[in-house]
């Protein structure tokens, strides 16, 4: 059964470099969007723009994952799952392809995703650039996993 593994988690979690490592261990297909930003509009698009040009990106890749898993292939989503209709919605979508989704959680300390965000903003080689005041203008869409989701933490455990 092709499984779609969901990443959620804030900025600087960890989501890229582990759906770096999923799309190995499980012969996933990676859908990381940051990416597609970064290549379309530029790795700092404007605030203003920035929510109409993530919404296309999501609506041009939805046709692509979904007929991934609907062949077989397993698909890693590293969309971040803010919100939780988010979440509902795409394992929705999952179940309606036969397919399982797999929910991983990745978190780290303020401290330690603010350095990560500025180590990978100095990089030549990001996706997009994230300025100090984002990290907290952002938080407040960010809404944590709920009593009832069940998801499984970076080293495979599976949590309740």
Known sequence: MATAHLLFGYLGSGKTSFAKRLEIEHKAVRFTPD???ARLFGDDPPADRFPEKAEAILELLEPLW??????????????????????????AVVEKL?????????????????R?????????ERSLYIAPETYD????????????????????????
Request: glycine share 4%; net charge negative.
């Open 116 to 124: 990560r965000i500025e180590a990978r903003n100095q990089a030549d």
């Open 137 to 160: 203008a952002l938080r407040h869409r960010f809404e944590p996993l709920d009593v009832d989701e069940v998801w499984v933490d970076a080293d495979n455990r599976t949590v309740r």
């Open 66 to 91: 979904t007929r991934c898993l609907s062949l077989g292939l397993d698909v890693v989503l590293d969309y971040g799952f803010w919100k939780r209709k988010e979440r509902d919605d795409v394992r």
């Open 35 to 37: 990416e597609w930003m």
């Open 98 to 114: 036969g397919a399982r989704a797999c929910l991983y959680r990745l978190e780290c300390t303020d401290d330690e995703a603010r």
